[in-house]
């Protein structure tokens, strides 16, 4: 079945950017490739990708630092696809404005699943609530999507975003990690607990004043998270 989609891999080994570019091209996908970071910036200025796979380890610069580069213009979902599998990396890249992270070895398929899952929710019609939630010192705009916090903008990348919208809509309620994932990133997502504890972490360090103590988004042991306001707490 063909596929559409405007993707760039940005990949400095010459043997996997090769087979990537093939494995995209034969599911119909427009596949662009760049080695170096300088070159693949280029690239996104010039041409509107829908996504970029991108490794973190590349000659010029990292790939933390393309994707603060794409964040900061540019509306690419972003596959970090690379052999680092620390929680830090991991953290690192969410931060940077990454939107999925795949280790490699990687089985093609799994990676053409997330691919997929991407660009559906891309092109999906997402319905937003007018509503701004207030707490603390902190608010979100849901349909300017928008986040405070002390009077200070607060960035989050897009998928970040979306998990917080989805806590906040649901605030009050336990909220399973397969729940979560599935909501956020896909039905493939399911068992990525990783991937969704990374993300948490992120969330705590631009919303908690102590991450480590959060009061906003509370773990609940070997289940998943709720999303507490602490005004309407305190009026149940």
């Given at each position: 079945?063909?596929?559409?989609?405007?993707?760039?891999?940005?990949?400095?080994?010459?043997?996997?950017?090769?087979?990537?570019?093939?494995?995209?091209?034969?599911?119909?996908?427009?596949?662009?490739?760049?080695?170096?970071?300088?070159?693949a910036?280029?690239?996104?200025?010039?041409?509107?990708?829908?996504?970029?796979?991108?490794?973190?380890?590349?000659?010029?610069?990292?790939?933390?630092?393309?994707?603060?580069?794409?964040?900061?213009?540019?509306?690419?979902?972003?596959?970090?696809?690379?052999?680092?599998d620390?929680?830090?990396?991991?953290?690192?890249?969410?931060?940077?404005?990454?939107?999925?992270?795949?280790?490699?070895?990687?089985?093609?398929?799994?990676?053409?699943?997330?691919?997929?899952?991407?660009?559906?929710?891309?092109?999906?019609?997402?319905?937003?609530?007018?509503?701004?939630?207030?707490?603390?010192?902190?608010?979100?705009?849901?349909?300017?999507?928008?986040?405070t916090?002390?009077?200070e903008?607060?960035?989050?990348?897009?998928?970040?975003?979306?998990?917080?919208?989805?806590?906040a809509?649901?605030?009050?309620?336990?909220?399973?990690?397969?729940?979560?994932?599935?909501?956020?990133?896909?039905v493939?997502?399911?068992?990525?607990?990783?991937?969704?504890?990374?993300?948490?972490?992120?969330?705590?360090?631009?919303?908690?004043r102590d991450?480590?103590?959060?009061?906003?988004?509370?773990?609940?042991?070997?289940?998943?998270?709720?999303?507490?306001?602490?005004?309407?707490?305190?009026?149940?």
């Amino acid at each position: 079945m063909s596929e559409s989609g405007h993707i760039l891999v940005v990949e400095d080994d010459p043997q996997l950017r090769r087979t990537l570019r093939t494995i995209l091209a034969a599911q119909g996908f427009d596949a662009w490739v760049a080695q170096k970071a300088g070159e693949a910036l280029d690239l996104i200025r010039s041409e509107k990708f829908d996504l970029v796979i991108l490794d973190i380890n590349l000659p010029d610069m990292t790939g933390f630092e393309v994707c603060r580069a794409i964040r900061a213009g540019f509306g690419a979902q972003i596959i970090v696809l690379t052999v680092r599998d620390s929680e830090e990396d991991k953290l690192a890249a969410f931060s940077a404005g990454a939107d999925d992270y795949v280790t490699k070895p990687f089985q093609a398929g799994e990676l053409l699943a997330r691919i997929r899952s991407h660009l559906r929710r891309q092109v999906a019609k997402v319905k937003l609530t007018s509503d701004v939630l207030r707490f603390d010192d902190c608010a979100i705009d849901f349909l300017r999507r928008t986040i405070t916090r002390q009077g200070e903008r607060v960035s989050l990348p897009p998928k970040q975003f979306q998990l917080l919208r989805y806590l906040a809509s649901n605030r009050g309620k336990a909220l399973s990690h397969r729940a979560l994932l599935q909501a956020v990133w896909g039905v493939e997502y399911g068992e990525e607990t990783n991937l969704l504890h990374a993300s948490i972490a992120h969330l705590r360090k631009k919303l908690e004043r102590d991450p480590n103590a959060p009061r906003y988004i509370v773990t609940i042991p070997w289940f998943g998270y709720r999303f507490i306001v602490p005004s309407e707490n305190e009026k149940t």
